[in-house]
């Protein structure tokens, strides 16, 4: 797997890409939940037809091809499970932006951030994405992400609806160790 994709996977898994708006600031944005360990779930429809979840893609794969994504993956701060993902967020980690990287040519927009939602739009010109989003933030021990996109590739469009719920399981995070904002290639 490559960095832009492992990159999608964990910013899928990590807290809101509402933080992606971060870029365009001086001082990111924090997301207003706990660190600790979360359960994270992602439904995901591409081109209107409901995409498998991780968890069913990965039943799907030969044995050491899931191994190694689950090891990659747990290594970066989500451990993959059939109940759903956990993720750990560390302070650190929520005041960080996965898409503050200079690599990227996104320029995230708010159009409405107060305590409790979010709202952006999302603009990848070099990488034909663009992305509007929401996050609700219910309470500081739960929260869901929905979010539109739609990626150029040559002459393909791909159009994908993403909706992320979770929910705080425990300031402990025991062996999973924090995710990782800005994994190395």
Aim: glycine fraction near 6%.
């Amino acid at each position: 797997m490559n960095r832009a994709g492992l990159c999608t996977l964990i910013v899928a898994f990590a807290i809101v890409t509402a933080a992606c708006a971060a870029q365009a600031q001086t001082k990111p944005p924090v997301p207003p939940i706990k660190p600790g360990l979360w359960q994270v779930h992602i439904e995901r429809e591409v081109n209107g037809q409901k995409a498998p979840d991780m968890s069913e893609r990965m039943k799907n794969m030969p044995p050491e091809k899931r191994a190694q994504i689950e090891a990659m993956m747990k290594q970066h701060g989500v451990a993959m499970g059939d109940a759903g993902n956990q993720v750990c967020y560390t302070r650190e980690s929520l005041d960080h932006s996965p898409w503050a990287d200079a690599q990227t040519d996104c320029k995230p927009t708010f159009t409405t951030r107060t305590s409790s939602n979010w709202k952006w739009h999302t603009s990848c010109p070099k990488s034909g994405y663009e992305a509007d989003g929401e996050a609700i933030f219910n309470d500081p021990e739960n929260y869901t992400v929905k979010s539109a996109s739609e990626s150029k590739i040559g002459d393909t469009v791909r159009k994908s609806i993403t909706t992320i719920t979770a929910k705080w399981q425990g300031a402990d995070c025991g062996n999973l160790k924090p995710v990782d904002p800005n994994p190395k290639p």
